[in-house]
């Protein structure tokens, strides 16, 4: 049989395109492989997560997706123009997956709008700023495909907490006509019955003085200490349930994320610190979606909080590591190695998440780092203390002292901040544990006693901006 000719570069196709001889049954097959390039890209998974903030929508795709997009009123929508894209079951799916409670998408239509072009229409059910973007692979995502769709008025958090009565207004009781519990350090603060540890001296007369004629007037006065004030004085905490959304966090061997647990905890302990009287709460999220770590921070100051504390269940390289923590900020370094490796860590929230660099405030990220002072780093380690302190009652504490790093999440310059590591989820028996109720409830009860601990000792200064 004569040998065949010599395979030659065909021109217009790529070097990856190759053919193949295959000599079956005495027969020649010619194999032509299309490059690459020529195929189409592939959605391996849609997924939408609607909160008030805002509603997210992923495509997770095999390769980088070039798109265009545009607005149309009357009614409001959001047309998006995918190329290098056919039409699959799986993008198909995203239709189903809108819900009828998500706060801004009616519906979603999905066609092929030309040979290789997938238009996507969000039917809204109010006008919307769109941000569309994309994410290169990490951790387990290939390619991600971002739409998030905010509203145009920016929500004010103590409005939203106000409409689902979270949010109580300061009260013009006095210590008469609301009498504080003896034993409750937080409500005598608050309703100013507990006098400050130093007295503030002022100035006072001792009365008046009538002068005789042609004498010096003089005015007699003395030194004092400030009565205690007596008004009320709320208290506002800061909860942040780690990871969210597109970011579960770490999981455990039996699959338990992070992000459920740690959300479940902070729940827990809203209502057990809201049971305290002139204590309320806000929560970073409240469900399960994706907050940026700047962002956790911009909610704390802007409903003014006292205390920022910020919940997680994370894991550790061996299975072995268990036992819970307590971390504040730090500027000069980690104190110790295993600080370090989960800050940087925790610090990879954001590139899991999802956050679009474009319209990232970096303003804000450095005005927080250089705000931070020691002031705060000092409050901070009192309050990590007293928690500490409290949930060494409960569990075995993974290091016996409060330890130190660099989390972003920790940056608010004047609110005391602490991340709690309520257990390791990769250790087998702590999962079990972070996943039984009776334990969040001790956990929760654990850091509301060591808040009350730290607030009976370091009573929250005066506000002047309303509260």
Known sequence: MPRPPALRTTPGVDRPARRTILKAGG?????????ASAMA????????????????????????????????????????DIEGLELNPTLKGLVAKIQSNDP?????????????????????????????????????YQHRLIFDLYPV????????MIEKGDWSPQTPATVADVPAPADDP????AAGMQPPPAGVPELAKSGPVTPEPGSEVRTEVKLQAAPAQQVTRM???????????????????????????????????????????NVRVMLTRDGDYFVPLGMRVQKARRVQADLFVSIHADAFIRPTARGSSVFVLSEKGASSTAARWLANKENLADSIGGVNIKTRDRQLASVLLDLSTTAQ?????????????????????????????????????????ILV????????????????NGYQDQIAAAITKGIKSYFAKHPPMAKSRMT
């Open 27 to 35: 027969t020649l097959l010619l194999s032509v492989f299309a490059p």
């Open 41 to 80: 890209a592939q959605i391996l998974a849609v997924r939408v997560w609607p909160a008030a903030d805002y509603t997210r929508v992923t495509l997770e795709n095999d390769s980088d997706l070039k798109t265009t997009h545009f607005l149309v009123t009357d009614p409001h929508r959001l047309v998006v």
């Open 104 to 140: 801004y998408i009616q519906q979603v239509r999905v066609g092929q709008n030309k040979p290789n072009v997938v238009r996507l229409v969000f039917d809204l059910k109010e006008a919307v700023t769109p941000q569309v973007f994309t994410l290169e692979p990490v951790g387990t």
């Open 153 to 160: 008025r920016q929500i004010d958090p103590i409005a939203a």
């Open 186 to 189: 937080i409500a005598q603060i």
């Open 235 to 277: 208290i506002t905490v800061a909860l942040d349930p780690g990871h969210g959304g597109e970011d579960p966090g770490a999981i455990g061997a039996n699959g338990s994320r992070e992000k459920d647990i740690v959300l479940a905890i902070a729940k827990r302990l809203k209502a057990q610190l809201e049971k305290l009287p």
């Open 377 to 417: 780093i000092s409050d901070s380690l009192r309050l990590g203390k007293a928690v500490l302190g409290e949930i060494g009652g409960i569990n075995r504490l993974h290091k016996a002292s409060v330890e130190q790093a660099g989390f972003a999440v920790l940056k608010a310059p004047d609110i005391p901040s």
């Open 421 to 436: 590591e309520t257990a390791f989820i990769s250790n087998p028996e702590e999962e079990a544990k972070l996943n039984d």
